[in-house]
């Protein structure tokens, strides 16, 4: 929101209601964080300050306004809750901004909450919120608590419980380990068709990809896709490994995780020495200690757990012993220049070596990034230069570098048959 | 004296291979990737052709395969050696491919100079 169009709707807010007070008006700074996540934050804050617009967005009404105060800091102002109500509100969005930036929810050790609160003489300045226990034992004290505003978990919205899943369907990205030349992984990708003749993929096949619930159901529903693939590899005499992504607010919350945890081990257990769980939407600053939480979460389910990360991240210590088997990026949507992105590939793959890790890397859609990917080292490469998707897993396949030149001589022999014909 | 085209990324690489080409007597040209390399040789069809094979936009064996085709005839040495892993493979297929002759990084001068004689003889 501009700054101009924010004053007209902080006017339009305190003075559409005569009870509106300084006691709603706040500030959720961040400078804690940043502290916190330390020289990264230059590399994650316009993700940051996305994921901080989001969640404010998220959790107010539509007459609430609120605007950025500076680098640091938003300033929100509520038309309708009591001064209690709105620190508490404001406490709760700190908390999700923490656990979505660095998958902690111990807000009061990372952000500041403060209120626009008068001094006798009239002047005006931010105090700090008191703590959340306080807070919400005060509340109860006046009974005024709307209980659902404590949960941090969503509430499950008409958006979450309408998925259309006949929509959604699943096609396989079958994944190079280039030590072996061999395909042995393929990766489940949930796809939607959105009516030009162009499809949707991932989390974006939601109607709502932000919706944790949604997100959660769209977990469980590969997690259900990859049981009927197996069997369907198992008839057929084979043998290969799936990955299946699951996104991080999917363990982050415990009684999703409960959920989705109980359905793979009741669906997929049997398969456990050929399930490979990906990690998928880890926020950017996420501690050792959390990776190690929802790792352990899902591990002993699966024959590997590995996680995605930006192109740019580089800080990898201790993810081995967090459990991690590998890391990996997803360049299919990188903008930048195939040398920019091979300079990131290079320093990507060498981080993740160091700290003995594998890593793989996804969408890689030219024959020069292949080429790139495999002198980086990357252990596990996919993408259109070197493989299609296809509709259904059928076993584990050889697959050379040689091959991988193939379709260029393929399209050579036709060329020259094409001249041949022309000639005659 | 030849007509020879260094098709590599580095700047560095570039500068050494045309220091030390044209100190043995011969012209010589660059182009930072496989894509200016083909598009220089339909316009100035060089005796020879030595590229890296890892590049972005059109890496080296690609080139090749993409050279040949154009000219059959064209001398080609590969280069690499820059990379982590596996560029002895990447090599290898760039002989299949078409190059005459290839030389893992770091080579001496007297190697290069030496592919180039027996390329152009």
């Given at each position: 929101?501009?700054?101009?169009?924010?004053?007209k709707?902080?006017?339009?807010?305190?003075?559409?209601?005569?009870?509106?007070?300084?006691?709603?008006?706040?500030?959720?700074?961040?400078e804690?964080l940043?502290?916190?996540i330390?020289?990264?934050w230059d590399?994650?804050?316009?993700?940051?300050?996305?994921?901080v617009?989001?969640?404010?967005?998220?959790r107010?009404?539509?007459?609430d306004?609120?605007?950025?105060y500076?680098?640091m800091?938003?300033?929100?102002?509520?038309?309708?809750?009591?001064?209690?109500?709105?620190?508490?509100?404001?406490?709760?969005?700190?908390?999700e901004?923490?656990?979505?930036?660095?998958?902690?929810?111990s807000?009061?050790?990372?952000?500041?909450?403060?209120?626009?609160?008068?001094?006798?003489?009239?002047?005006?300045?931010?105090?700090?919120?008191?703590?959340?226990?306080?807070?919400?034992s005060?509340?109860?004290?006046?009974a005024?608590?709307?209980?659902r505003?404590?949960?941090?978990t969503?509430?499950?919205?008409p958006?979450?419980?309408?998925?259309?899943?006949?929509k959604?369907?699943?096609?396989f990205?079958p994944?190079?380990?280039?030590?072996?030349?061999?395909?042995?992984t393929f990766?489940?990708?949930?796809v939607?068709?959105?009516?030009d003749?162009s499809?949707v993929y991932?989390?974006?096949a939601?109607?709502?990809?932000?919706?944790?619930?949604?997100i959660?159901r769209?977990d469980?529903?590969?997690l259900?896709c990859?049981a009927?693939e197996?069997?369907?590899i198992?008839?057929?005499?084979?043998?290969?490994?799936?990955?299946?992504?699951?996104?991080y607010?999917t363990?982050?919350?415990?009684?999703?995780?409960?959920?989705?945890?109980?359905?793979?081990?009741?669906?997929?257990s049997?398969?456990?020495?050929?399930?490979?769980?990906e990690?998928?939407?880890?926020?950017?600053?996420?501690?050792?200690?959390?990776?190690?939480?929802?790792v352990?979460a899902?591990?002993?389910?699966?024959r590997?757990?590995?996680?995605n990360?930006?192109?740019?991240?580089?800080?990898?210590s201790?993810?081995?012993?967090a459990?991690?088997?590998?890391v990996g990026?997803?360049i299919?949507s990188?903008?930048?220049?195939?040398?920019?992105?091979?300079?990131?590939?290079?320093?990507?793959?060498?981080?993740?070596?160091?700290?003995?890790?594998?890593?793989?890397?996804?969408?890689?859609?030219?024959t020069?990034l292949?080429?790139?990917?495999?002198a980086?080292?990357?252990d596990?490469i996919?993408?259109?230069?070197?493989t299609?998707v296809?509709?259904?897993?059928?076993?584990?396949?050889?697959?050379?570098?040689k091959?991988?030149?193939?379709?260029?001589?393929?399209?050579d022999?036709?060329?020259?048959?094409?001249?041949a014909?022309?000639?005659? | 004296m030849?007509?020879?085209?260094?098709?590599d990324?580095e700047?560095?690489?570039r500068?050494?291979?045309r220091?030390?080409?044209?100190?043995a007597g011969h012209d010589?040209?660059?182009?930072?990737?496989?894509?200016?390399?083909?598009?220089l040789q339909?316009?100035?069809?060089?005796?020879?052709?030595?590229?890296?094979i890892?590049?972005?936009?059109?890496?080296?064996?690609?080139?090749?395969?993409?050279l040949?085709?154009?000219?059959?005839?064209?001398?080609?040495?590969?280069?690499?050696?820059?990379?982590?892993?596996?560029n002895?493979d990447?090599?290898?297929?760039?002989?299949?491919?078409?190059?005459?002759?290839?030389?893992?990084?770091?080579?001496?001068?007297?190697?290069?100079l030496?592919?180039?004689n027996?390329c152009?003889?």
């Amino acid at each position: 929101m501009k700054n101009d169009e924010f004053i007209k709707n902080l006017d339009k807010a305190l003075t559409a209601n005569s009870t509106v007070s300084t006691g709603r008006v706040h500030l959720v700074g961040l400078e804690k964080l940043r502290e916190m996540i330390g020289s990264d934050w230059d590399r994650i804050k316009d993700r940051a300050h996305q994921i901080v617009r989001s969640v404010i967005e998220s959790r107010l009404s539509p007459q609430d306004v609120f605007t950025a105060y500076g680098d640091m800091s938003y300033i929100i102002v509520f038309a309708n809750l009591g001064k209690e109500e709105a620190q508490l509100k404001c406490t709760i969005i700190a908390q999700e901004i923490c656990g979505r930036l660095i998958g902690n929810q111990s807000a009061e050790d990372f952000t500041d909450v403060s209120t626009l609160a008068a001094k006798d003489e009239g002047t005006l300045y931010f105090k700090k919120v008191p703590s959340i226990k306080n807070l919400v034992s005060d509340l109860e004290k006046k009974a005024k608590i709307d209980k659902r505003e404590i949960s941090f978990t969503p509430v499950d919205t008409p958006l979450a419980n309408n998925i259309d899943f006949s929509k959604i369907r699943f096609i396989f990205r079958p994944l190079w380990y280039v030590r072996h030349e061999v395909v042995t992984t393929f990766i489940c990708i949930p796809v939607r068709a959105v009516g030009d003749g162009s499809y949707v993929y991932g989390y974006n096949a939601l109607p709502d990809p932000t919706n944790p619930m949604a997100i959660a159901r769209m977990d469980s529903h590969i997690l259900g896709c990859a049981a009927r693939e197996f069997d369907k590899i198992a008839e057929k005499g084979k043998s290969a490994l799936l990955s299946v992504p699951v996104h991080y607010e999917t363990l982050a919350e415990s009684s999703r995780r409960k959920v989705y945890v109980d359905l793979c081990s009741k669906l997929l257990s049997r398969h456990r020495d050929r399930m490979v769980f990906e990690l998928v939407e880890l926020p950017d600053g996420i501690p050792q200690t959390r990776i190690l939480d929802l790792v352990s979460a899902v591990s002993f389910l699966a024959r590997a757990v590995t996680a995605n990360f930006s192109l740019n991240h580089k800080n990898f210590s201790d993810y081995r012993s967090a459990g991690l088997h590998a890391v990996g990026v997803d360049i299919y949507s990188e903008e930048r220049s195939e040398k920019e992105i091979m300079r990131d590939m290079d320093n990507f793959a060498g981080a993740a070596s160091r700290n003995n890790l594998k890593t793989y890397i996804h969408g890689v859609r030219t024959t020069s990034l292949k080429t790139a990917a495999i002198a980086s080292g990357f252990d596990y490469i996919d993408g259109y230069a070197l493989t299609s998707v296809i509709d259904s897993p059928g076993g584990a396949y050889p697959l050379g570098l040689k091959d991988s030149y193939l379709p260029l001589l393929e399209w050579d022999e036709a060329r020259g048959k094409l001249a041949a014909r022309a000639n005659h | 004296m030849a007509r020879i085209l260094v098709i590599d990324d580095e700047e560095l690489a570039r500068f050494t291979l045309r220091e030390i080409l044209q100190s043995a007597g011969h012209d010589v040209a660059e182009a930072t990737n496989g894509n200016e390399g083909i598009a220089l040789q339909h316009s100035q069809h060089f005796d020879l052709i030595i590229t890296d094979i890892i590049m972005p936009e059109k890496e080296g064996v690609e080139t090749i395969i993409e050279l040949k085709r154009e000219f059959p005839d064209l001398n080609i040495i590969g280069i690499s050696g820059g990379g982590r892993t596996r560029n002895l493979d990447f090599l290898k297929l760039a002989e299949q491919y078409g190059a005459k002759k290839v030389l893992t990084k770091p080579f001496t001068e007297d190697e290069l100079l030496e592919c180039v004689n027996v390329c152009l003889a």
